[in-house]
């Protein structure tokens, strides 16, 4: 089993679309181990993303993450990353197929509703950064 880390991001939350997606994530087949509200602030958001440090967009990317609430989601299933990938769609919700979380709720390519690991290895680590062991559910 795999982990991946789903943000619905401050967009999602402010066009109510929490539990739409959290629908979509169980109909795909994920285990939600642990699920919590939060509001990032500067420096974690700014730790998080520091992959994008020098890229354009970073400033305005953690802006956007600290902007408003967010819903912080653990998940599990079989090629959980892979498919979580393919159930989310492409960054730009304009190039996203039909039917993904983000061209169904996706703004634009900056405000695209939720995040996804990118990698098995980065979704333990992400899912590690705003989840302790403790606080994961792994047993139904």
């Known amino acids: 089993m795999e982990r991946t880390l789903c943000i619905i991001k401050p967009d999602g939350v402010e066009n109510k679309h929490v539990g739409d997606i959290l629908t979509q994530i169980e109909q795909e087949g ?61 960054t730009d919700p304009a190039e996203a197929a039909e039917g993904t979380i983000r061209k169904l709720y996706g703004v634009d390519k900056g405000k695209n509703t939720v995040h996804g690991s990118d990698s098995p290895e980065n979704g333990m680590i992400e899912v590690g950064v705003f989840f302790s062991e403790r606080e994961l559910i792994t047993q139904r």
Do not use: Q
């Open 30 to 90: 994920f285990t939600i181990l642990g699920m919590k509200w939060a509001r990032l602030e500067r420096a974690a958001a700014e730790h998080f993303y520091a992959v994008h440090r020098e890229r354009p967009f970073f400033g305005e990317l953690v802006e956007y993450m600290i902007s408003g609430p967010v819903v912080l989601v653990a998940l599990e299933r079989n090629d959980a990353v892979n498919h979580w990938r393919t159930v989310i769609g492409a």
